[in-house]
């Protein structure tokens, strides 16, 4: 398994590899919790510098822990709620350098500093979304957002 850090190549082409890596290892499976779990452990190893990463899942109330990598979390976050619940209600990528600025920000992880969160539509349906976080403030950036965004892309024929 290779890191994005890692890689001989542009960034780029490292995301492009890891979206093949998802399509690989989840073809032929159907189970949405299996495929999820798969997901989460395949980024943890694609990442450097990241605590935690996983998803939450939309039960038509709230968001509810799904399969992650990472410290225990917070298990249930209402809509509008830190930076998960506001990406699932805006239904848009919010991408935060330092979590401590973001209004009524959810400490599941002290550690955390910076996060990234992407929602997951399927057929104009919120499923959830992918949350990553790290221990070092401004980690991510707009190049993780395109391919975080492509990758579950590639991910919702899976779900």
Not at 35 to 51: D, I, M, P, R
Not at 97 to 109: N, S
């Amino acid at each position: 398994m290779f890191t994005v850090e890692k890689y001989q190549g542009d960034r780029k082409d490292a995301y492009q590899l890891l979206i093949k890596q998802l399509e690989a290892l989840l073809a032929g499976e159907t189970n949405r919790i299996a495929n999820l779990s798969n997901a989460s452990a395949l980024l943890n190893q694609f990442f450097e510098e990241v605590n935690w990463v996983g998803f939450y899942l939309y039960d038509g109330n709230e968001l509810v822990l799904g399969p992650f990598q990472g410290l225990p979390a917070c298990v249930r976050i209402p809509l509008g709620k830190g930076v998960c619940g506001t990406a699932a209600l805006e239904q848009r990528t919010v991408l935060v350098d330092d979590v401590h600025l973001f209004p009524g920000h959810i400490a599941c992880d002290a550690a955390s500093q910076s996060e990234i969160v992407v929602p997951i539509r399927k057929d104009g349906e919120l499923i959830g979304v992918l949350d990553i976080d790290s221990p070092r403030k401004s980690r991510f950036d707009e190049v993780d957002q395109v391919y975080l965004e492509q990758f579950v892309q590639a991910l919702l024929p899976f779900l």
